[in-house]
């Protein structure tokens, strides 16, 4: 990957806050083809996504909600506003992103 290649801090940053809007993305995707609506901001989406596990504990075995968290954490505060990964941590960020986002189009399908 080019953020690899180059190290650029800029480069790192930027691979991380898009992998972590594509978590929002399907996050909020299966919030609203479960009926539970479009989240507006991130707590709401905390909020929206509570209800939904409630109302689907499968979601909750398959960690629907400690995967989203770790990604939030990992990928947007570590990744994105402090630039503490380096390429190493991103690449395995992204793998795991494709996974959740891999479990999320199986429930939206």
């Given at each position: 990957m080019e953020f690899e290649e180059k190290r650029d801090p800029l480069l790192l940053r930027d691979a991380?806050?898009?992998?972590w809007l594509a978590v929002i993305l399907a996050t909020d995707l299966l919030l609203v083809r479960s009926g539970i609506g479009k989240p507006s901001?991130?707590?709401?989406?905390k909020d929206m996504l509570r209800t939904l596990i409630a109302k689907k504990p499968e979601l909750a075995e398959?960690?629907?909600?400690?995967?989203f968290y770790a990604r939030a954490y990992k990928l947007h505060i570590l990744g994105f506003h402090e630039g503490a990964l380096d390429p190493e941590d991103i690449e395995e960020e992204?793998?795991?992103?494709?996974?959740y986002?891999?479990?999320i189009e199986s429930l939206v399908k």
């Amino acid at each position: 990957m080019e953020f690899e290649e180059k190290r650029d801090p800029l480069l790192l940053r930027d691979a991380c806050e898009k992998a972590w809007l594509a978590v929002i993305l399907a996050t909020d995707l299966l919030l609203v083809r479960s009926g539970i609506g479009k989240p507006s901001s991130y707590k709401e989406r905390k909020d929206m996504l509570r209800t939904l596990i409630a109302k689907k504990p499968e979601l909750a075995e398959l960690g629907i909600d400690d995967k989203f968290y770790a990604r939030a954490y990992k990928l947007h505060i570590l990744g994105f506003h402090e630039g503490a990964l380096d390429p190493e941590d991103i690449e395995e960020e992204l793998k795991k992103t494709e996974e959740y986002l891999k479990i999320i189009e199986s429930l939206v399908k």
